[in-house]
Structures are given as structure tokens and as C-alpha cells.
């Protein structure tokens, strides 16, 4: 096999198995001749900088590891390349100077353990910061094992810092990758960065996890106590879901995939937890400790708790209209502001405000009576 140049390199290390990223394929493409083997490489990322063209990519898909799951694992027949920290940099700065880019989200397989290869993740970002000058959006991955001063020293460095779980427990995390430690090597990087951050006075940057979701045979409950925790002792800024799906030559090639409509309902319950000032024990499980499919996390609640007892939207405070189906932040704030103008009588008035209200219509009373709904606009 002939030597690969940079470009070829990027397509096999730009990656979309690492989702701790909310980001989309994006269509840009270099008006040049290497512009197709950009293809793929590039993705659009909602970051704290607003949405960006983003290249997300590893530094080497080699890895030592031998994770059930994962496609770059060591022993499987699979084309590997490697890229410098230098050549990153420098590539990166070309594509940004082009207007391609304007953040990278940087990640690793893992060779020589984990502390070398955080060194190399931070050679490339210290050459984007100090030599190049790079100040847009920057993400970087902590790597499994990763000592406490490089934690320290990449969120010097990064707008988001992130490791990924991959399974809410020890014990679960002993099916997807056997020879990796759930609470010193994972969880502790991720309690080291709330640590310097209380120690700066709450700066810093936010950081966010992953699980894979099924092969490991955890339930909706594990999944969303440990996402609850972290929320609530870590301030983690997202945690992300990835469904299951098996990849060939891989140990769990034989096993079936994860419904996406259940990575869906994890998404909505963790919202509820971080944004709605919802609890772990106000969601609905089944017998297995899983969310239902058919019907969202909040309507469920909404279902057992507002049917009968609606809420009076002239009143409730703007805890009580988050719990409404159909009224999210946005919403509730545009209630408690049309109501210093006057009393909301009907529908048509909460329309006027910007709210699609046939959700939330049967959880509700506008001026002590229930609104009139079409029951056929009542959808999922």
C-alpha cells in the first residue's frame, strides 16, 4: 500500500461514531482538486459559538483497546492511519484560513496508553492555539486514564472537554470493554473537571459524556440515574446516546441493534432532567426499567398527573408550565410575559404568542375553563 497523503488520512480518521457532538454532515466541499476527498470530513456542530462548519476527526484510528463495539479496536482488519500533531495543525489551520472550518472536535484511538496519547491530543491543540493563533471552537477528548494536569491543561486549551462512559456502571461497561475502568478511568477525569472548575470560580469548560445504548443490556432507568447524577453533582452540559449498531468483525457483530426510537425517548427523558426540572422518579418506567415507546417522557407524566387536575395557565408558575406537553422554555417565558397584558382566554391567544398549544391543550385551563381541541391534532 502506497504512502497516504493528509487528505486521504482525514477521510479514514474523520469520525461519526464518536455522536458527544451534536452535529449534522455538512455539504462544504475545497473548490480545488483534493475538494472530494474532503467529503465526509466536515460536519455542522451547535456549539457554544453558535452552529459552525466543524472537522471532527481522530488523531489515529489504531488502538490498543479491544472494546466489543467499536470499529477501530485492536485485532480487527481494518485500515488504520495516523496523523502528527503538527500535520493536523497545520491542515487545520489551511482548511480554516479557506473558510471551510471554523472548530475541530479532536479525538484518539489509543496507543501507548492513555497519558502518551493525551500528550499527543494536546501537542495539536497547543500548536492551533500558540502557533497558529486559533481562537473558534475547540473540542477535545479526554482520554481514558488521562492524569489530573492534562485534565487541567485541556481545559486551558478547549471550549468542551468530554469522556465518554460508554455504560452507566462498572458492571455494564464490563460487556462493551472489558479492559477499561469505569471509575478511575473514566468517571474521575470527568469529577477532575468540576473540581478545577469550582477552584477557578466556576469557569471553565463544559463538558459533556456518551453512552453506547443496548448491547450492554442496561436498562432506560441505569442509563438516566447516572445521567441524573451527572447533571446534578458535575454540571455536565449534554449527555449523548449512541443506538447500538453492530459492526462487522467485531465480537457483538451478532447482536441486534438498538431501536432509534429508543435513543429518542433517552434524549427527551434527559432533557426533562437537565432543562425541566423534572426528576428521576417522575418518569414512567416499565416492569425492565425502561421508558415506554409509544408515548414521550413528559405526556406520560402529563397523562398521569395533569388529566384530571389541568392547569390554570393564568396562574402556574413557570416550573408548572414546564411540565405542560408543548410548552418548553421559550414558551413558558412567553406565558408569564403575555399575562402582565392580560388574561389568556383561549388557543387562539397562545398562537398569538408563538405556541403550536394542541399538546398542551388537554392539560389545561385558560381563564377556569378547559379549551376547546380537535382530539385528532393530538400526536405523539
Not at 492555539?129 to 475547540?138: M, S, V
Not at 443496548?214 to 449523548?240: C, I, K, N, Q, V
Not at 423534572?278 to 421508558?291: K, M, P, T, V, Y
Request: with cysteine; hydrophobic share 40%; charged share 25%.
Amino acid at each position: 500500500m502506497g504512502v497516504m497523503d493528509t487528505l486521504d488520512k482525514l477521510q479514514l480518521l474523520a469520525t461519526q461514531y464518536e455522536p458527544a457532538e451534536e452535529t449534522t454532515v455538512a455539504g462544504t466541499v475545497v473548490p480545488s482538486k483534493s475538494a472530494y476527498k474532503l467529503s465526509g470530513c466536515l460536519f455542522e456542530a451547535a456549539t457554544p459559538h453558535g452552529r459552525v462548519p466543524l472537522l471532527k476527526t481522530l488523531l489515529t484510528n489504531a488502538c490498543e483497546r479491544d472494546c466489543f463495539y467499536c470499529p477501530f479496536r485492536a485485532g480487527r482488519n481494518f485500515r488504520r492511519a495516523t496523523l502528527k500533531p503538527d500535520e493536523l495543525a497545520q491542515t487545520f489551520e489551511a482548511m480554516y484560513r479557506a473558510g471551510l472550518v471554523k472548530g475541530l472536535f479532536l479525538s484518539s484511538g489509543i496507543i501507548g496508553g492513555g497519558v502518551r496519547t493525551q500528550d499527543r491530543l494536546l501537542a495539536t491543540a497547543e500548536l492551533l492555539r500558540e502557533k497558529y493563533g486559533f481562537r473558534g471552537y475547540l473540542h477535545l477528548k479526554l482520554m481514558p486514564g488521562a492524569e489530573r494536569a492534562q485534565v487541567e491543561r485541556a481545559m486551558q486549551l478547549a471550549d468542551r472537554v468530554s469522556v465518554n462512559l460508554e455504560a452507566p456502571s462498572s458492571e455494564r461497561l464490563a460487556r462493551l470493554a472489558p479492559h477499561k475502568v469505569f471509575t478511575e478511568e473514566l468517571l474521575r477525569p470527568l469529577r477532575w473537571v468540576e473540581e478545577i472548575r469550582r477552584e477557578q470560580g466556576g469557569r471553565g469548560p463544559s463538558q459533556v459524556t456518551q453512552f453506547v445504548v443496548g448491547p450492554a443490556g442496561e436498562s432506560d432507568y441505569e442509563l438516566l440515574a447516572t445521567t441524573e447524577m451527572l447533571y446534578r453533582e458535575l454540571r455536565l452540559a449534554r449527555a449523548y446516546y449512541a443506538a447500538f449498531s453492530p459492526v462487522p468483525d467485531t465480537p457483538l457483530d451478532g447482536h441486534a441493534p438498538t431501536p432509534p426510537l429508543r435513543e429518542r425517548r433517552l434524549y427527551q427523558a434527559s432533557f426533562l432532567l437537565r432543562d425541566y426540572h423534572f426528576r428521576l422518579s417522575d418518569l414512567a418506567f416499565d416492569a425492565d426499567g425502561n421508558l415506554p415507546l409509544d408515548v414521550d417522557p413528559k405526556a406520560a407524566w402529563a397523562q398521569r398527573h395533569l388529566a384530571e387536575r389541568p392547569v390554570e395557565l393564568n396562574r402556574a408558575g413557570r416550573e408548572e408550565l414546564l411540565r405542560i406537553p408543548g410548552i418548553g422554555p421559550k414558551g413558558a417565558e412567553a406565558i408569564l410575559k403575555a399575562r402582565r397584558q392580560g388574561a389568556l382566554r383561549d388557543l387562539a391567544d397562545l398562537r398569538k404568542i408563538g405556541l403550536m398549544p394542541e399538546r398542551a391543550a388537554p392539560y389545561i385551563l385558560l381563564d377556569g375553563r378547559r379549551p376547546a381541541y380537535q382530539l385528532a391534532l393530538l400526536g405523539g
